[in-house]
């Protein structure tokens, strides 16, 4: 069974940076983050698979980072030169086979709750 433990979520200005964390148990393939404003859609944001294919939506390129420890156990997500439209809840998610920024990932956390103010 896959579990999903995120972590690192919180409140900055705009401009700032935060970084999340996702534990995982159990093997999944591809893994990434997704975040849903209130009212608005769930999103991909970026995933990750273990044939280094790796995928961001067009509003987080060049400001937000997916990587992953040598145990391939917890992956991370740093955000930096945060703006207010980045405020969501943020979500790990996990599947066994590639899922790009597709919203049928199998697996998904609980959520981490990041606020960016202006």
């Known amino acids: 069974q896959v579990q999903l433990v995120e972590s690192g979520g919180g409140s900055v200005h705009s401009g700032g940076s935060l970084r999340l964390s996702c534990a995982t148990s159990?093997?999944?393939?591809?893994r990434g983050w997704f975040r849903q404003a209130p009212g608005k859609e769930r999103e991909g944001v970026t995933t990750t698979d273990r044939d280094g294919n790796t995928i961001y939506a067009d509003s987080v390129k060049g400001r937000f980072t997916i990587s992953q420890d040598n145990a391939q156990s917890t992956i991370y997500l740093q955000m930096n030169n945060l703006k207010p439209e980045d405020t969501a809840m943020y979500y790990c998610?996990?599947?066994?086979?590639?899922?790009?920024?597709?919203?049928?990932?199998?697996?998904w956390g609980q959520g981490t709750q990041v606020t960016v103010s202006s």
């Open positions: 998610v996990a599947d066994s086979v590639r899922r790009w920024l597709l919203p049928e990932y199998r697996y």
């Open positions: 159990g093997y999944t393939y591809s």
